[in-house]
């Protein structure tokens, strides 16, 4: 196995966590990572997920700390 195909296989493997960890933050997360009320509407929770996605290892540190 070549160091390009494992670069491959740790970017799918990035990508394929990155979007389980959005999709369940914009569905749960957001009102609990804020330290105020704030209710979100679909498109606002949809123009998250681009950026969940992409941060998904502090997205998911921040989310696991505010839960406690």
Known sequence: MTF???AGYGFLLYVAFG???AVAFVIA??????SQPASFTPA???LL???AAALWP???LRWLRSAG
């Open 29 to 34: 997360g957001p009102d609990r990572v804020l």
């Open 58 to 60: 502090y997205v998911l």
């Open 49 to 51: 997920l681009p950026g």
């Open 44 to 46: 606002a929770r949809l």
């Open 19 to 21: 979007a389980c960890v």
């Open 4 to 6: 390009a195909m494992l």
